[in-house]
């Protein structure tokens, strides 16, 4: 996640808090990777699942690249067989 959060910042995706949080759940997983292992750990899976939340909320508001009249490209035909072979007798 972190390096999707690079990736999408330098891309310029996102210039809202999609990227931020993104990056925020990335580092806050490898933190996880310690905090699993102290008396800490309730509270780091607490804030793993809001920022997951924030992910999932992020990507239910993004605005969609189509407008809202438009449809996406038709896929091409399908090519049909030009002829049929006959069974073997």
Same mark, same amino acid.
Do not use: H, K, N, Y
């Given at each position: =996640?972190?390096?999707? $959060?690079?990736?999408?910042?330098?891309?310029? #995706? $996102?210039? $809202?808090?999609? /990227?931020?949080? &993104? #990056? /925020? $759940? +990335? &580092?806050?997983? &490898?933190?996880?990777?310690?905090?699993? &292992?102290?008396?800490? =750990?309730? #509270? +780091?899976?607490?804030? =793993?699942? #809001?920022?997951?939340?924030?992910? +999932? /909320?992020?990507?239910?508001?993004?605005?969609?690249?189509?407008?809202?009249?438009?449809?996406? %490209? /038709?896929?091409? %035909?399908?090519?049909?067989?030009?002829?049929?072979?006959?069974?073997?007798?």
């Amino acid at each position: =996640m972190t390096v999707a $959060s690079v990736v999408a910042r330098r891309a310029r #995706l $996102s210039g $809202s808090w999609r /990227a931020p949080a &993104l #990056l /925020a $759940s +990335g &580092l806050w997983t &490898l933190a996880m990777l310690g905090i699993v &292992l102290t008396p800490q =750990m309730p #509270l +780091g899976v607490t804030v =793993m699942g #809001l920022l997951q939340a924030a992910i +999932g /909320a992020g990507l239910l508001t993004r605005p969609s690249p189509f407008p809202p009249t438009s449809r996406p %490209p /038709a896929p091409p %035909p399908r090519s049909r067989c030009p002829e049929v072979i006959p069974a073997p007798d």
